[in-house]
């Protein structure tokens, strides 16, 4: 390919890729730039790279059409089974979470395809997983994949792939997990259930969080994705998958992308000739405080007045909304302090103050809550739940609490219960789009195509009454605006099926 734009226009265009996406194109990648501009330019009715680089700079362009332009400059070559080390490393994972001294109670599996493409990986983990666990109806799998191209994403739910997809694919397995379809091989279904696809943009959106399911992981594969972004956008970017991984989870990136600068906090580990990284297991201090169990709560139609404990202390209606605890500045620091900590992922040391909280007050519904949000982040949804459903009978009326209760259910594949907590929820507040949202997703993945639709455009009917950039409630950050484009790139499933 000839040159089509200056040296001069390179540099400027690479120090504003960097500037507004995070992404690194230094002088020995202007090629790779070249190249995705080359593909960029016509998307965006533009006749020539040079008028499209100066188009980009000088215009107003959405944050939809900077994603989009980063997907495209970003396109790596993928392929099913990928990387055979990587695969050996993940292989020894699962052998040793099947067959350890905690696998016949521990069937939890999951792992999180970040930059996932057109699809080949989180099929291959799919693929792997069927080989590996001759029970694999009875663990309880999640396998997300994420990436900011939509188009990608449609690619990839449809799971049909031609040859070039294949090429170090044994036939065996070309045989036993797709169809053949007019010079195309489709992956069969069961294999297609196994995976859930979502948009979601690795530099600016939340996470970990329940919302998009990137909470608790045990395993984090993200390959030749890194390689992109720029030194500090690397550490942001593998700080949160640290918080994303339960204590022991793994994150496994491309070996070209191992820099000890770039994945502080995480442990090294070897296995088959391949480096990965490993998550410490957190040390929680002062277990000595024992947190409260059913015992401890009002039964079910009977009020606090009439408990022979002490009751919670009762929380300002402009207190409550905020989640502060009003029951003196001990307490008080002591919760502002385990939120704090619990909202940048270290889970450890929130629980321990929330722990040392139980011995200054009663039950409370604000500190179960938050309890129950940690535990889930932690992968222990049971432990989770009982927290949650004891906040709900010390305070029924607060919509967040059942939303925070379906996001668990969910997690632990309870949908019909987690969707009786989204209609409680949106029974005490009519404008909660979150919970319209969570049920649209329910619908989604049961196959009721429009009951998903109708929920779908409840969200958005409320999500447009916000400003874009308005946080939304129980969202852990998310905008309006965000939430309407998530929404949106989701829309064309319903047409599809």
Partial sequence: MGKRITDDLLAEFSSFVEIRMGLSFPKEKWADLEKGLHTAYAQFGCDNEESFVRHVMSSS?????????????????????????????????????????RSSKDRNLRIWSAGCASGEEPYTIAMMLKMLLPDLKEWNISILATDINPLFMEKARKGTYTQWSFREVPEPIINRFFIKRAGELEILPEIKEMVTFSYLNLMEDGYPSLLNN???????FCRNVLMYFAPETIKQVTQRFHQCLTDGGRLIVSQTEINDEYFQGFEKASHAHA????????????????????????????????ETHKPPPALAAEKRSK???????????????????????????????????????????????????????????????????????????????????????????????????????????????????????????????????????????????????????????????????????????????
């Fill in 61 to 101: 362009i959405s944050k939809r059409q900077i994603e989009m332009l980063a997907s495209v400059l970003t396109v790596g070559e993928t392929y099913f089974f990928r990387e055979k080390k990587a695969l050996d490393v993940f292989e020894h994972i699962v052998h040793s979470k099947a067959v350890g001294p």
């Fill in 214 to 220: 990137t909470n608790a992981m045990d395993v984090i």
């Fill in 275 to 306: 480096l990965i990284f490993r998550k410490a297991t957190a040390k929680v201090e002062n277990k000595q405080y024992r947190w409260p169990s059913a015992a401890d709560l009002p039964e079910a139609g009977k009020t606090q007045s009439e």
């Fill in 323 to 497: 989640g502060e605890i009003c029951t003196g500045v001990e307490a008080a620091n002591l919760y502002e302090m385990a939120e704090k900590a619990c909202k940048q992922g270290e889970y450890g040391r929130a629980e321990e103050l929330l722990l040392r909280l139980r011995a200054e007050i009663s039950p409370h519904a604000e500190v179960l809550t938050l309890f129950a949000r940690i535990c889930a982040n932690l992968g222990r949804l049971d432990e989770g739940l009982h927290h949650i459903e004891q906040a709900i009978r010390v305070d029924t009326m607060n919509p967040g609490r059942h939303f925070l209760h379906a996001a668990i259910l969910q997690e632990l594949g309870q949908k019909q219960q987690a969707m009786t907590a989204l209609r409680k929820a949106v029974y005490l507040d009519a404008d909660f789009a979150l919970a319209y949202f969570s049920m649209g997703n329910i619908a989604l993945s049961s196959g009721k195509m429009r009951e998903a639709e109708r929920h779908f455009n409840s969200a958005l009917l409320l999500l447009r009454r916000h400003g874009h950039d308005d946080i939304l409630p129980e969202s852990e950050g998310m905008t309006a605006g965000r939430l309407i484009e998530l929404i949106e790139s989701m829309k064309w499933r319903k047409t599809e099926r």
